[in-house]
């Protein structure tokens, strides 16, 4: 059962009609890009060869049907905990029922908060002032809060349903294929697009540090895993412009200033059920419309690296602050997978558990428990922000 609406969706006022012709549009354009399918692998394990090929030219590629009932509904009851215990507002130290919110006992930056139907990072400095468009802002019902959480970092530490979500013996084979066996971990996220409230996210490229890296390719800054609790549609989903991934660092602003609007003519929409999984390349251009639809959209986010990118880099800073991300630091940070697949183990003793190739290498044993549970609080500050 999904989490239940409060209040009434507004809409797009004067634009409604054109947003419900382009996301129309959109979608069929979605539908027709042959990039999706069941997740499949060849016999000696490798990413089956079509989806890498369809991934790499397009820059996303939805895996139908990976997450199966079970473990969406572990997702839901955690979901559910976790909005529960959100601040009862910006700032606040307790929830609606007057514990200690969600949070306040980390120093790592986790909930980001809008205005709603808001574009709280479009057109500012902030992220390194990477989305430099502001997104139009409908109009809220008047029963709508001041402001929402529409971004969690550093969820594992707040869900042992994501921590095990991690841990997924077919995705971490997949991330595996992509960017080798020894491939590292970027960061991992909640969006919480609420119907009639839920936030915009301005069109941007998530890269930073490597648009002129000597050995710049269509995938150096990675890659994310984006599951999908409830599906998406086209009112509520990230939308994308497909193969701007092997363009280069765009010009946003003249970009937007030729299209006419903030509807970009070539975007599409992840058009997904719930328990698809989009594997989406960070360097696209991308970005999503504020949720006027009476649909949740919740996706869990798991970023991933080659190690090359990361090895010897001085960090982004957009996530914390800016480090050399040398090989203890990645050995740290990496422990994550390994708690994501024994808590994964626990859960379900009949799975396979993934071998992390690292790990395995250095012989440590990893074990999720009470212990390690307080051990990962404030986890992200060592993500590897590139």
Not at 82 to 92: E, F, M, N, T, Y
Not at 107 to 134: M, Q, Y
Not at 337 to 365: C, H, M, T, W
Request: aromatic share 10%.
């Amino acid at each position: 059962m999904k989490v239940s609406q409060v209040g009434s969706c507004p809409d797009y006022g004067l634009h409604e009609a054109d947003m419900q012709t382009y996301y129309r549009d959109g979608e069929k354009r979605a539908l027709e890009l042959p990039n999706r399918g069941p997740l499949r692998f060849t016999k000696s394990g490798e990413l089956h060869p079509e989806i890498v090929e369809a991934w790499s030219e397009y820059g996303f590629y939805v895996l139908e049907g990976v997450i199966g009932p079970e473990e969406l509904a572990d997702i839901e009851q955690d979901l559910k905990g976790i909005l529960d215990s959100l601040p009862v507002r910006k700032g606040s130290l307790v929830d609606n029922n007057g514990r200690p919110a969600l949070g306040t006992e980390c120093e790592g930056p986790n909930l980001f908060w809008s205005k709603p139907l808001g574009d709280p990072f479009g057109g500012t400095n902030l992220a390194a002032g990477r989305h430099p468009v502001k997104m139009f802002e409908p109009m809220p019902a008047e029963s709508a809060p001041t402001e929402v959480v529409y971004l969690i970092l550093g969820v594992l530490q707040f869900s042992d349903a994501c921590l095990r979500l991690y841990g997924h013996p077919q995705l971490l084979a997949a991330a595996a294929s992509l960017n080798g066996a020894n491939f590292v971990p970027f960061n991992e996220a909640m969006f919480i697009k609420k119907p009639g409230v839920g936030a915009s996210v301005a069109w941007h490229q998530d890269g930073v540090i490597h648009w002129d890296h000597p050995e710049w390719d269509h995938a150096i800054h990675g890659f994310t895993f984006q599951v999908l609790l409830y599906g998406c549609t086209a009112a509520n989903a990230v939308w994308v412009v497909p193969g701007s991934h092997r363009l280069g660092k765009c010009d946003l602003v003249s970009l937007l200033e030729a299209n006419g609007s903030e509807r970009l003519a070539n975007a599409v929409p992840y058009i997904c059920g719930a328990g698809d999984v989009v594997i989406h390349n960070r360097q696209m251009v991308h970005g999503s419309f504020a949720n006027t639809s009476p649909d949740w959209r919740v996706s869990i986010t798991l970023g991933f690296h080659r190690r090359t990118s990361v090895l010897g880099v001085q960090g982004g800073g957009l996530h914390n602050v800016r480090a050399m991300y040398d090989d203890k630091r990645i050995r740290e940070r990496s422990k994550m997978i390994g708690y994501g697949i024994d808590a994964r183990r626990q859960r379900f003793p009949n799975e396979v558990p993934y071998v992390y190739r690292p790990l395995a290498e250095s012989e440590e044993k990893i074990h999720w428990n009470d212990e390690t549970r307080r051990a990962v609080r404030d986890y992200n500050l060592l993500d590897l922000s590139i």
